[in-house]
């Protein structure tokens, strides 16, 4: 049995399991459930299963007995089902898709990579932020203005045990690493009366709720592009310069056009483990080299007229 290759946001086909059971449930919901509504997570546990000896991706393996426990449940029998998604000419490849996975992801749980993968994320850990604010405020400041960040119910990502921000394909920030470094930036006057209103009255004023619970506020599209602007202060975007010379540093003294140029001369069917492993490489430089245009795209300067009173009533606060 050959499976499909994975192709990230372009499948052809798409898989999903269909119980007798589920099908008796939706024949009496009077067929609202639709096959095409299952979640992506299906396709990838069957994926797993069902990777056959002509997939470039995986070890050759055969469908044996054990392949079945996907497909009995105790009475419940449970099938597979594959729709076509989008039309095919005769002859072309066909593709599923294992998810809306990054990199690493897919390194990980199949053993492959995908240049220029738009689910790709940077990890910073937490440990990069501390150790930057170390290096300008002492360990109180520091301490004191994660507890408060933390007071404020944010938190990081957990990855591998430990806490990190990510930075997305296009190089944006985690909104909340830039509320993290906005409030070890805080000067101590607002710091300190930020710290009381929360002690006191458990709130904020409205100017910092807009900058620092927006979370809880209207989620539109908009709010959320002013919020993230209102944090790109000068100092927060001098910061992130900091982090990302910091990620960068883990890669050693070889420029990322080293490391491009070893992947050009690399084949994957002779050395596919070091072939894959450069793309993910490549591709987190890449994200890091985006992450510096988006801090200075911040700039601490805000464009309308809107933004610019609602700094000055952010600085009035």
Known sequence: MSSFNHKTAAEDVHFTSVSSCSESDSDADNGKRDAN???????????????????????????DGSDLELATSGDDITSMEMMIVKDVKAGDEVFNTYGSLGNAALLHRYGFTEPDNPFDILNIDLD?????????????????????????NYSGCVSQNSECFEISFDGEPQVELL???????????????????????????EPLRLCLLGKESSPCK???????????????????????????????????EVDIRSFNKCCCATDPKLYYSLILRISKRRIIEKLKPFAASGGGTLG????????????RA
Request: aromatic fraction near 8%; hydrophobic fraction near 35%.
């Open 179 to 205: 509320v993290l470094l906005y409030i070890m930036l805080l000067p101590d006057d607002e710091f300190h009366e930020l710290e009381l209103s929360l002690s006191t009255i458990g709130d904020v004023k």
């Open 222 to 256: 908009e709010d959320s592009r002013l919020r993230t602007k209102l944090l790109l202060t000068q100092g927060v975007c001098r910061a992130l310069f900091s982090l990302a010379d910091a990620r960068e540093s883990f890669y050693g003294p070889n420029s990322l």
């Open 128 to 152: 990069i932020v501390i150790q930057w604010s170390l290096s300008l405020f002492s360990c109180r400041h520091s301490r004191r203005r994660l507890s408060l960040w933390r007071k404020l």
């Open 37 to 63: 509504d299952q979640n992506d997570g299906d396709d990838e546990a069957i994926a797993r299963k069902i990777r056959g000896v002509t997939d470039i991706h995986s070890e050759t393996e055969a469908f």
């Open 304 to 315: 309308t007229a809107k933004e610019t009173r609602t700094r000055k009533r952010l600085e």
